[in-house]
């Protein structure tokens, strides 16, 4: 007997989801393959010429080439300021994803401190997107070495060099060289764009700052191709780039070393110049800054520390600082009295006992010597012995009857109350007050008492040690200006300006006579006035040539009338400030140096010795170069 097998539907069925599923995976496979052929299409042939485009641009670059910054010498040949290379880590900004990671793998590689990541992210966040951000500068040979070892694992990293400034004598010549600084956005908005594409720095200061077209020079251009990390694999062509003009300074670096270690560590200015070229020689401000550290940028708290000391290392007093003149400006004013025909060489005023009062006035002007026991007049006083001595009396005599303006008319011929300088940076013009000068900045008339304050150099004027300096040079050119400088030479010459005219109204012989009274300033002793601190006893005694000169001291704090006081019981910033002025020697100068000590004291006890340090120095070098 044969059996039937029953019909089992299950394999059909299977068979037909297995057909389905099929069709529909070549349905989608066949969507996608017609999407990527369009895709392909419009890549390869629509939009071909643009893609190849960006592939070209992609792997080849156009890279600025900043140029090295020209070179400052001083008149000897020593370097101020020069070019250092320097190999550094930088990065890309477009190149980086994660700037965590980026950090950590900085770390790997060199010591990174927290003040350096504040920097460099500050940096990064600054920067446009195809800048190379500096990580770390001044890499050794064995960070160096661990980098090149490292480069498969951190390609983003690169080690690029740079061209920074160097100023080997620091602090010694900040003030007048000056220093560079990274270029800021508000820089690049002055700046010219095309000339400082690429430039990382531009003078800051100084003859960095006042010559910046000169030393900057003129950017190149290479083709280089590069990697996806952004490092440089060939160079395809290069127009190089201009280096700055190379200049020379008058001033001479071993000179401003003695001016510099004259002063001490007390705060004030020495500026010494060549009164016939007008060349600056020297030129020293104290406390004074390593300009180094600007270069490559403070941070904020560290430039904040700086700028906020008291002592203010960042401001300079031999150009910007403003003091009363003191006696200093008596042998100017005793020329305008000869000038102006109301004096003479011969005509005496009697001083008893160091006082004076003006007609119809109080008021009580005393001499710098008087006492409350009525020592201190210096007898008959002549317009010679008013200088040597310092009278005040004399000069009180003159203001009685010299007005304001004619002062002003005068002085102004001088240099008081202008800058007279020709390429110094920042050159303050101090203060030379008259009557409109003084209803403008205090809304008040001038009264008598104001011309009493004048003549011994209080009040409201107010002199640069640079003015001094260049007031000395007058002195000693006889009545010719010849403007301050600092620029000997240049690769191409560069027109600073004429000089001014020469001081009018006064004859051949008061210029001599004046000349013999600023002598016998530090030459002309006389016994029994030796504890009032005359310029001779500290500095003419033992003298080899002949200097002219003349001291000051200017009051910082005003005292009552009647009163004396003990300098040293004030507190120091209390003190009167110390100037003095000289040049040598006396017949044919050639060099002429102003100083003030801040809160220094008697300007003959103080400040004439540190003039006589300079003098010293540089006539002891000219004579020696002569020799040879």
Known sequence: MSTKRAYDPVPLRLSKTIVYRASTAAVVASFFILLLVARLFQLQIVEHERYATQAT??????????????????????????????????????????????????????????????????????????????????????????????????????????????????????????????????????????????????????????????????????????????????????????????????????????????????????????????????????????????????????????????????????????????????????????ATGIIDWELEFDDPKGEFQLPGSDKVWRDWNWSKNGIGGQGQVDLFRSIYRSSNIYFFHLGAVLDIETFAAFLGQWGYGRNTSLDILDADPGILPNSDWKQNNTGDSWYPGDNMNLVIGQGFTLVTPLQLATIATIFANRGEFVRPRLLQSSEQPVDLGPNFPPVLGVSESDWERMIEALTAVVHRGHKGYLQNGLAWFHIGMDIPYQMAGKSGTAQVVAIPEGEEYDEELLPEDQRKHALFFGFAPVHDPVIAVATVIENGGGGSEFAAPVVRQVIDSYLANVVATNDE
Do not use: C, W
């Open 57 to 338: 641009d992609n792997r080849l670059t156009a890279q600025t080439i900043p140029p090295p910054r020209g070179l400052i010498f001083d008149r000897n040949g020593n370097i101020l300021a020069t070019n250092q290379i320097v190999p550094s880590l930088a990065v890309i900004k477009e190149n980086v994803d994660d700037i965590d990671t980026l950090l950590t793998n900085v770390r790997a590689l060199v010591d990174f401190s927290a003040a350096e990541e504040i920097s460099f992210r500050n940096r990064l966040e600054n920067a446009q997107s195809d800048d190379r951000v500096i990580i770390k500068r001044h890499l050794n040979d064995e960070q160096l070495a661990i980098e090149a070892v490292n480069r498969h694992r951190f390609g983003n990293i690169l080690v690029i060099t740079e061209i920074l400034r160097e100023y080997p004598y620091k602090a010694l010549a900040s003030h007048v060289v000056g220093s560079v600084r990274q270029i800021t956005i508000e820089d690049l908005q002055q700046l010219d764009p095309v000339r400082y594409r690429g430039s990382k720095f531009v003078g800051r200061r100084g003859v960095e700052n006042y010559y910046e077209d000169l030393l900057h020079g003129e950017i190149g251009l290479r083709q280089v191709e590069v990697n996806a990390s952004g490092r440089i694999m060939s160079e395809i062509s290069v127009e190089p780039a201009t280096r700055g003009q190379t200049i020379t300074l008058h001033l001479d670096i071993e000179l401003q070393r003695v001016a510099d270690k004259a002063l001490g560590d007390r705060r004030g200015a020495v500026v010494a110049i060549d009164p016939k070229s007008g060349g600056v020689l020297a030129l020293v401000s104290k406390p004074s800054y390593d300009p180094n550290v600007f270069v490559t940028g403070l941070e904020g708290r560290e430039y904040d520390n700086l700028s906020a000391r008291a002592d203010a290392p960042l401001f300079n007093r031999a150009t910007q600082g403003k003091y009363p003149p003191g006696s200093t400006i008596k042998p100017v004013l005793g020329m305008a009295g000869l």
